[in-house]
Each structure stands twice: as structure tokens, then as C-alpha cells.
């Protein structure tokens, strides 16, 4: 979920105009307000306090409006906070049925969330990439899709532009002191950030044909491109000499944003086991593996030669439409889950200034989105000028494990299928609230469980059995490259396990995790304020734990596809509220 900075106070208020009934809640009146403080809740704190998130989840309304940044703003979205969990603390969740009672709970941790990243974290106070990404943000997200014609859409790009030069003003008065990586990381962006007004948003609104809005655009476009430049400048001479604080959480924070955002209370020291044993567990597995191919090579020759096997730059969206004819067919005639559509994702190359950072991600429509209803399958492809050896550096990220590994976790059956079970989703608050433990738990669960469930070897996304073998390889490698996140982010945000530098992260990423220097560097980076991003391997833990534990207690009726299916209905809730429903126990999650 986006961080959300209130935009008006007036959310905050209408917070008080609550019925009688919730004053005195008896059983009979807590399932109709909580229903009632639901619909409050997103309706006039959660978007209104960040409608770029609002536009993203298809509710246009929110589309003239950015984010306003300032210190008083936050302080004002704190106490509406804190007034809201007062409100649902007024409710007795025992007096609910057992879904809404997971939505409860659900809901209460995702304003405990948002007070610890506001009063605790202080993000606002400490990264200044927060505001220079999150206004681009705010324009993509309205340049991204056709939900409505493009002078609509211009107008609304033209309202949000008035307010960046403002809302970069708050920052600089807002940053106090800056953990030294998030400045460095901040300036590494802003050329792009500045390129992306330049040229990608003139782009998106060329065939408007509004005067008036083309002119406004003009003075609007330009005023954001200068106060991004002069961001930048700033950054560089008066923020980056006095960038000293800390990124590091600390157990007691990092505990409570896990608790909060994922449902998972498991002790730090033992999570960092169940990280170090999946490592040695893939390690192990990819030794293995490599030496059934070629007992002469090393595992990390192995890999050089799986970079090689990859199609030709200009067949490159061929080669994925193919994967996903293949993993549909193997999907459904193997019954892994049910596909609830038979529209596929629309490939396309990657939007020019994502190019950068990302080599291939999946876009779909926001939950309450009507009007532009395609999910984008975005992939990069080389760009024209680029040499050889920068070609081949590229396409070996589209080698054949790769293709399928992406193939399976962006699209059939990870993120795409579980957007397609959408509108099956039980509540607003499981289509609006995630847990990333479920949502690229899931996503990453899919990669291993396709090859485990025969995709991959010879007629089915392989060629040859050697072919099988490097396609295991490039999943195991994308699970170290997880596994090594998980260790990385518990030992550099809270010295669990023996305090990790910056530069021993990197140095893991390279030796167990198998990965280039470069990636090791990059994901460190990423690191140091995503810090929870153990979601992925802890997520698929928890998921396949479920999974063993649903068989044994039913037995020879396990079925992989109702399990499959029934995870899906459950939405984008924690795996533990899933537990629950599936179990009808509260086991351990691990």
C-alpha cells in the first residue's frame, strides 16, 4: 500500500458523525457499524489522505488532488488516526461472524501501520525519494491507462501539477536528517524523474486537443520539471552533507511493522533460522541439480551458460506470448486453478521511464476500475544504439528459466490469475488491504510449484531434459536471490544474528544468493527502506506449510486445484486470517 499523507482534514471530521448505535454497540449493532466504519475508513481518511492511491484503484474522483506533504498535514492525519482506532476499538469483534472478524483485524493493523510509519519511522522526515517518486507517481498514475478520454485526463494531470512545486517545498522542510543511502538513492533518481516530465508526459497527452488545458499543461509541466531540477540541486548541496541517520529499524519497530502489515509474530531469531535453513536447503538443491548437468562445472558456470540461451531481442514478446499459451494449457488440462477468464494480459514493451529499474512487472487495473479494464504485461527490450555487450548483459535476464520463472509468477498463475480472481474477493477491505506474504508469497510459491507439478521438462516449457535442468537452476537461483532478502533485511534492520553492514549485504547477495555484484548492490539499495522485503520467502513458507498442513487433515480428498482455488477466494488477507478459514484453528503460520 502507498504511505498516506493527508490531503484535507475534512476526512478526519466526518469521522465524528457516527450513528448513535456506536456509542453503546450491542452484538445486534456491530456488524452494521463496522460495515459503516469500513466505508468511512476509505472513503474519507485512506484515499482522501492519499488519492494518487486513489486513482490507482480506479476511483477518478480523487484525480485533481495530490498528496499534501506538509508537517501539519501529517499531524493531522495522525489524529485522525488515532481517532479512527478509537471508533473501531468501539466494536467488539466477537460480536461479529468470522470473515468480518478477519476484515477487523485486518483493518486495525492497517492503521497501526500507518501510525508506527508516521509517529515511529518517520519516513516523511527521512527519505527524500518519497516525495520527488511520489509526485511522478501521481501523474503516471493518471497517464497509465484510458479510463477516460485524454483531455479528461490532461485536466486532471494539469490540477496535480499546480501542487508539486509545493509539495517538493514541504519536503525540504520536512527532512530533518536523512540516512546518507536514501539521499544517495534519491539523487541517483531525479534525472530520470526529470526526464520522465520532459519527455514521457508530453508523450502520454499528445493526441489532446483541449486549448486551453494544452496551455495550462504547458506552464504546469514546466514549473514541475524546474522545482524537480532545483530538488535535485538542493538535495545535492545542502541535503546530502548532513545526510547522517539511520535506516536501521531496530528489533521492537521492525517486529511491529512485520506484526502489523503481515500477521507474523514469530521471534527474530528464530525467522532468521527459517531464512538460513530455505538458503541451505536451495543451496543444496542447486548443487545438485548443476551437477546432473555437467559434473565439471561450477554452479556459477552453470549459470553463465543459462544467461546465453535466451531468443533474439525482436522475439522477445513472441517468446512470452508462447509461454503463456504453454503454462494455460498445462494449468488447466493438469487442474493447478481455476482461471476465472480466458483474456489474456496485453504484452507490451515496458512505458519509457520504468525502463530503467524494471526488466519485466504486470499492470493491472485498479479493484473499482470500469472504464479501462486490460492488464499490461510489460517487458523491456534493448534499446536501439546499445552495444553487444550490453545487449546480450540484457537478454540474459530473458534466459529460458527466466522466461518461465517471470511467466509463471507475473502471469499464470501468480499475479495475473489472483487479479482475475478479483471481483470473487469477499470484501472491500480484501481487495484494498494486502498482505504482501500473500500477494508475492503467492507469486513466488507459483514458481517452485509449477516445476514441481512437471512444468518445465521436455514438451511442456523445455526442449530437452538438459534444458529442464537449467530452467530448475533459474528458479532456484531467483529463490536464493529471496532467501538472501530474508536474511538481509532481518540481520541490517535489527542485528538479529550479528549486525550486517551495508557492504557485508551486498557481499551475501553476491556469495549465498548467487547474484552479479550489481544486483547485490541494487537489492541492498532496495533493502534499506523496503524492510520487510522477507514477504516473498515468507510468504511462500507460509503458503506451502498451509498447504501440507490442509492435506493432512483431509487426506486422500486433497485436491491441489480446490486448494488452489480456495486460497484464491480469501483474497489479499494474511496467510494466517487464510489459516483460519481453511484450518478452523489459529496453528502457528510456520
Avoid at 156 to 176: D, M, S
Wanted: glycine share 6%.
Amino acid at each position: 500500500m502507498r504511505t498516506l499523507l493527508s490531503a484535507s482534514l475534512a476526512g478526519a471530521l466526518m469521522l465524528t458523525a457516527l450513528p448513535a448505535s456506536a456509542q453503546h454497540l450491542s452484538a445486534d449493532g456491530a456488524s452494521q457499524t463496522f460495515n459503516y466504519l469500513t466505508e468511512q475508513y476509505f472513503d474519507q481518511v485512506y484515499f482522501k489522505f492519499s488519492p494518487t492511491a486513489g486513482t490507482g484503484a480506479g476511483l477518478h474522483q480523487y484525480d485533481t488532488q495530490l498528496e499534501d506533504y506538509s508537517a501539519a498535514n501529517v499531524q493531522k492525519e495522525t489524529a485522525a488516526l488515532h481517532d479512527f482506532e478509537k471508533k473501531l476499538a468501539e466494536i467488539d469483534p466477537t460480536a461479529l461472524d468470522a470473515e468480518p472478524a478477519a476484515d477487523y483485524q485486518i483493518l486495525m493493523n492497517n492503521v497501526h501501520a500507518t501510525l508506527l510509519q508516521l509517529e515511529v519511522i518517520r519516513g516523511w522526515e527521512k527519505n527524500p525519494d518519497s516525495y520527488s517518486s511520489g509526485v511522478t507517481s501521481s501523474i503516471f498514475s493518471i497517464m497509465e491507462r484510458p479510463y477516460a478520454p485524454v483531455n479528461t485526463r490532461l485536466r486532471a494531470a494539469v490540477e496535480r501539477e499546480r501542487q508539486i512545486p509545493q509539495a517538493l517545498l514541504e519536503a525540504r522542510k520536512n527532512l530533518k536528517n536523512p540516512p546518507h543511502i536514501y539521499t544517495e538513492i534519491a539523487l541517483e533518481q531525479i534525472d530520470g524523474l526529470v526526464s520522465f516530465f520532459q519527455s514521457d508526459v508530453p508523450e502520454a497527452f499528445k493526441d489532446a486537443d483541449d486549448a486551453k488545458a494544452k496551455a495550462d499543461f504547458a506552464k504546469t509541466n514546466a514549473a514541475a520539471i524546474d522545482a524537480l531540477k532545483s530538488y535535485g540541486a538542493w538535495m545535492k548541496s545542502d541535503l546530502l552533507p548532513r545526510s547522517n541517520g539511520d535506516f536501521r529499524y531496530g528489533a521492537d519497530t521492525f517486529q511491529k511493522a512485520l506484526a502489523y502489515n503481515e500477521m507474523v509474530d514469530i521471534p527474530l531469531d528464530r525467522l532468521l533460522q527459517i531464512a538460513m535453513d530455505d538458503l541451505h536447503k536451495n543451496q543444496a538443491e542447486f548443487a545438485r541439480v548443476a551437477k546432473e548437468i555437467d559434473p565439471a562445472k561450477t554452479p556459477q558456470e552453470e549459470l553463465a551458460e543459462l544467461a546465453t540461451i535466451h531468443p533474439a531481442p525482436d522475439q522477445l514478446l513472441g517468446a512470452f506470448h508462447s509461454e503463456f499459451d504453454s503454462l494455460i494449457t498445462y494449468i488447466r488440462s493438469h487442474h493447478i486453478i481455476t482461471i476465472p477468464s480466458d483474456v489474456q494480459p496485453t504484452l507490451e514493451e515496458t512505458p519509457p521511464f520504468m525502463r530503467a529499474t524494471t526488466q519485466a512487472s504486470m499492470d493491472p487495473p485498479g479493484a473499482f476500475e470500469t472504464h479501462s479494464t486490460k492488464a499490461y504485461f510489460n517487458v523491456t527490450l534493448p534499446e536501439k544504439g546499445w552495444t553487444p555487450e550490453r545487449v546480450a548483459e540484457h537478454m540474459a535476464a530473458f534466459n529460458i528459466g527466466t522466461i518461465v520463472s517471470t511467466g509463471v509468477h507475473e502471469a499464470y498463475p501468480g499475479h495475473y490469475v489472483q487479479f482475475l480472481w478479483q471481483p470473487q474477493f469477499p470484501s472491500k477491505i480484501r481487495k484494498l488491504l494486502g498482505a504482501n506474504t500473500n500477494i508475492e508469497g503467492w507469486a513466488h510459491y507459483c514458481e517452485q510449484m509449477m516445476l514441481d507439478e512437471g512444468y518445465g521438462q521436455p514438451g511442456f516449457g523445455a526442449k530437452t531434459e538438459r534444458e529442464a535442468k537449467l530452467i530448475r537452476l533459474g528458479q532456484l537461483q531467483d529463490a536464493l536471490l529471496r532467501d538472501a532478502r530474508f536474511v538481509v533485511s532481518i540481520r541490517m534492520h535489527t542485528g538479529t544474528g550479528g549486525a550486517m553492514s551495508f557492504d557485508d549485504a551486498v557481499n551475501f547477495f553476491v556469495k549465498e544468493g548467487y547474484q552479479s555484484r550489481a544486483i547485490g548492490t541494487m537489492e541492498t539499495k532496495r533493502g534499506t527502506s523496503d524492510a520487510l522485503y522477507l514477504y516473498y520467502t515468507l510468504g511462500k513458507l507460509e503458503i506451502m506449510k498451509l498447504r501440507e498442513d490442509v492435506k493432512k487433515k483431509q487426506g486422500p480428498a486433497f485436491d491441489l486445484q480446490h486448494f488452489h482455488d480456495d486460497f484464491m477466494r480469501q483474497g489479499f488477507a494474511p496467510v494466517k486470517v487464510i489459516r483460519k478459514t481453511m484450518l478452523h484453528d489459529d496453528s502457528p503460520v510456520l
